[in-house]
């Protein structure tokens, strides 16, 4: 089970860290992934990290404003967002998985998913 934390509504410029914390699987044996997904929008890969924490990626629009990160000791995944913009705004999601590199943007790759929480940035 996993359950996604900390998102709010912040002004434009502004910060936000969501968490992720894992139940009831062995979170280290799983990558972990951050999708968001906005009203009349498809679901968008934003991030994902791989199980040990030594690899990972983002989408080529946030390189530089998110961070993910991840601590085992905790079962949290952690996803650090900087600079907001309004075209930020929408429901993020974690989900745990074990996709192969050509696969990791793809939602299909992963098994479980958070519940959502709900990130809106205001102008």
């Known amino acids: 089970q996993l359950q996604a934390s900390g998102g709010g509504l912040v002004q434009a410029g502004g910060s936000l860290r969501l968490s992720c914390a894992a139940s009831g699987h062995t979170f280290s044996s799983y990558d972990m992934g951050w999708f968001r997904q906005a009203p009349g929008k498809e679901r968008e890969f934003v991030a994902a990290?791989?199980?040990?924490?030594?690899?990972?990626y983002y989408a080529d629009s946030l390189k530089g404003r998110f961070t993910i990160s991840r601590d085992n000791a905790k079962n949290t995944v952690y996803l650090q967002m900087n600079s907001l913009k309004p075209e930020d705004t929408a429901v993020y999601y974690c989900?745990?998985?074990?996709?192969?590199?050509?696969?990791?943007?793809?939602?299909?790759?992963?098994?479980?998913w958070g519940q959502g929480t709900q990130v809106t940035v205001s102008s």
């Open positions: 990290i791989r199980r040990s924490g030594g690899s990972t």
């Open positions: 989900a745990a998985g074990r996709p192969i590199l050509s696969a990791l943007c793809a939602h299909e790759s992963y098994y479980y």
